[in-house]
């Protein structure tokens, strides 16, 4: 039986030795920045970068890419992203993605919590269900980090996610527990609390935050 999140993004799956990893290519990301501003993203930031497979992916589309993480992770590994067409078929990108420890050398990857980090200024950040791992009451200390930058795109579970898993009797697994999971609109709602415009994107199923800049 495949698992909700092969369902849910089934042409967004990087895998790797150790399993699959979830998570929306950065080229697709910089079509959505330039489909709204009208020009391609020069800067790109990964919160909760991880092993860097992000970083460096986003800097293999010519972005100066840049993270954080609470942790260094090993990188000295290689990873083969595939991804599946409309009809079903995976497809292998030509050659393997081979991760650096210089991401973490370089600096290109900090390790401490976004909370530690000075206001960030991107064209583009990506938070891979990041924003899940803070409670309510630190949403706005956190928010109030991506203020300075132009697009903010979060993938993150949902209630919506964990009802349609349930039915399926799939498990959502994270790496880490979650501490706050609430409904799409209760996100959107969330982000134009703290200064955002927000829309779920359907078509990469993430949520796609712009900052309001008249607040």
């Not at 938070?127 to 956190?142: H, K, M, R």
């Not at 991506?146 to 993150?156: D, E, K, R, S």
Request: with cysteine; hydrophobic share 35%; charged share 25%.
């Amino acid at each position: 039986m495949a698992h909700y999140y092969d369902i849910k993004y089934p042409h967004l799956q990087y895998w790797y030795p150790e399993g699959t990893m979830c998570s929306v290519p950065p080229k697709l990301l910089a079509t959505l920045y330039k489909n709204h501003y009208g020009k391609k993203p020069k800067t790109f930031f990964d919160c909760g970068a991880a092993t860097g497979v992000i970083v460096q992916l986003a800097l293999d589309a010519g972005m100066d890419a840049r993270g954080v993480d609470v942790r260094k992770y090993n990188s000295r590994m290689t990873y083969t992203p595939l991804f599946y067409t409309k009809k079903g078929k995976k497809t292998r990108r030509d050659g393997n993605l081979v991760l650096r420890d210089d991401l973490f050398d370089s600096g290109r990857i900090q390790i401490k919590s976004i909370l530690d980090c000075k206001p960030i200024k991107s064209d583009l950040v990506y938070c891979n269900g990041i924003l899940t791992y803070f409670d309510q009451a630190a949403l706005p200390s956190v928010l109030a980090k991506f203020q300075n930058v132009n697009m903010l795109c979060a993938i993150h579970n949902t209630t919506e996610d964990y009802k349609i898993a349930e039915q399926m009797g799939d498990n959502l697994g994270t790496c880490q527990a979650l501490k706050t999971v609430q409904s799409n609109d209760w996100w959107i709602d969330t982000f134009a609390q703290n200064g955002f415009d927000a829309k779920f994107n359907h078509w990469l199923r993430c949520f796609v935050a712009v900052p309001n800049k008249e607040r």
